[in-house]
């Protein structure tokens, strides 16, 4: 049984993320259908606990508050990817990784590396621009095409390797084909003979997150790649079901 003032403060917060993480009042308004003064009630709360800010223009932003917890939820999602890993290090044999967007950076979160004496290791907590990996791809896919263009004329698309995309029109297009078939490929864009594949992690239909395997080039090009593909979409899939047990 739901409570519903708690269902309408995460609703006014959840508007507030959806605009980028600041909205003025008509905006929550908009996006909840909820009175204006109930969402003032509710904000009155949330500025007292430090979950919403007061901006001097009288928009409403996300607060600090969400920090602490974010935090905490990100470190907690890290250990339930675990066993999904594990899984597509099995399938796949190489090593797994889980990776979220922050600001305009991909940040790995959770990692099983693979069994192989040769193998490749993103670091837990690395940060790394989004348009030379997989997971990144496979993230900014998942986004209006205007915010993914934003993200990169802010990053510059910078080269990394001789195969890297730094051409916005060409990534552009990445993106589109990313989208229609399910996943993305790094084929040593971001480490030279370092080849990486990439699933998105749903929430309903959101993309909250990235999985990948990489290995080194030979290794991920002689599997067969529509295959992995698929098997990794049915563990992120799983996945993001246990994110989110509450249908949508």
């Not at 009042?25 to 709360?45: D, F, K, M, N, V």
């Not at 917890?69 to 597509?88: C, F, R, T």
Request: charged share 25%; glycine share 10%.
């Amino acid at each position: 049984m739901s409570v519903q003032s708690v269902e309408r403060a995460l609703d006014v917060l959840e508007a507030l993320a959806e605009h980028g993480g600041e909205a003025a009042l008509s905006e929550i308004a908009a996006r909840t259908g909820l009175p204006y003064g109930t969402i003032h009630r509710l904000l009155r709360t949330l500025l007292a606990r430090g979950y919403v800010r007061q901006e001097s223009d009288r928009r409403y932003a996300l607060g600090g508050g969400l920090v602490r917890l974010g935090g905490i939820a990100e470190s907690m999602v890290g250990v339930w990817a675990q066993p999904y890993l594990a899984k597509m290090v099995e399938l796949s044999g190489e090593t797994a990784n889980l990776a979220v967007l922050e600001g305009d950076f991909i940040v790995y979160v959770a990692q099983v590396p693979s069994p192989r004496r040769l193998r490749m290791f993103a670091e837990v907590g690395r940060r790394v621009l989004p348009h030379s990996t997989a997971v990144g791809k496979v993230l900014l896919a998942g986004r209006p095409a205007a915010e993914a263009m934003a993200v990169f004329e802010r990053t510059g698309m910078p080269r990394r390797t001789p195969n890297t995309i730094t051409d916005l029109p060409a990534m552009l297009a990445e993106l589109g084909a990313v989208k229609a078939r399910g996943y993305a490929m790094d084929l040593g864009e971001e480490e030279l003979d370092v080849h990486c594949l990439a699933v998105p992690v749903l929430d309903g239909e959101r993309v909250v997150a990235a999985m990948s395997v990489s290995g080194p080039a030979g290794r991920i090009d002689a599997l067969d790649r529509d295959e992995l593909a698929e098997g990794l979409r049915k563990i992120a899939l799983d996945f993001g079901d246990e994110l989110s047990p509450v249908g949508n």
